[in-house]
Nanobody, 127 residues
């Protein structure tokens, strides 16, 4: 599975931005998809994840209520809508994929368990 993230850019604090992650294959509908981010000098952190069917979503506490993850399996694409952005949301955002299993649903926030990664897209939030 090849992943291509896009949609990053510069936005003012309080603004919104939408990211997309396009998968190269139809089998992406069998994959749990996640978004992670990495700010300069910091470790990669979990942002959000969504099960293969799209019925269940997971969020990091600091993103709940501001970010929304969704997917369109017909388009092999996962989205991350980010609202009320803050300067501390500045980071490179990565999408990732791993087969949707019970183990993954229990460990969706562990970046080491994802096999497939996109190249990252930079989000910069100015104050």
């Amino acid at each position: 599975v090849q992943l291509q993230a896009s949609g990053g850019g510069l936005v003012q604090a309080g603004g919104s931005l939408g990211l997309s992650c396009a998968a190269s294959t139809r089998t992406s509908s069998r994959y749990l998809m996640g978004w992670f981010r990495q700010a300069p000098g910091k470790e990669r952190e979990f942002v959000a994840a969504i099960t293969a069917s799209g019925r269940t979503t997971y969020y990091a506490d600091s993103m709940k209520g501001r970010f929304t993850i969704s997917r369109d399996n017909a388009k092999n694409t996962v989205y991350l809508q980010m609202n009320s952005l803050k300067p501390e949301d500045t980071a490179v955002y990565y999408c990732a994929a791993e087969r949707d299993t019970l183990d993954m649903r229990l460990a969706f926030g562990n970046s080491r368990l994802y096999e497939y990664w996109g190249q990252g897209t930079l989000v910069t939030v100015s104050s």
